[in-house]
């Protein structure tokens, strides 16, 4: 899904269940982050949106109406 992007923008740095882990997100690889996703799906940043092939992770209504044109 992250389709050549960094698994940071995909992360939910945000989620209170990353904030109870009490981990530093730079010293985070996308290997860690990638694997903190899959055990905790919480920690995706939602709404995945697919449009023309790219994704757009956490986009709110505002950008996916810029997207969208």
């Known amino acids: 899904m992250l389709r050549g992007k960094a698994a940071s923008e995909m992360f939910n740095f945000r989620s209170p269940n990353f904030a109870k882990?009490?981990?530093?997100?730079?010293?985070l690889s996308d290997d860690n982050?990638?694997?903190?996703?899959?055990?905790e799906p919480r920690l995706v940043r939602r709404p995945v949106v697919r449009i023309d092939g790219k994704v757009y992770f956490g986009a709110d209504a505002r950008a996916l109406e810029a997207i969208l044109g």
């Not at 882990?21 to 010293?27: F, I, Q, T, V």
């Not at 982050?33 to 055990?39: A, F, G, S, V």
């Open 21 to 27: 882990l009490g981990l530093d997100r730079d010293k």
């Open 33 to 39: 982050l990638i694997e903190l996703m899959r055990k």
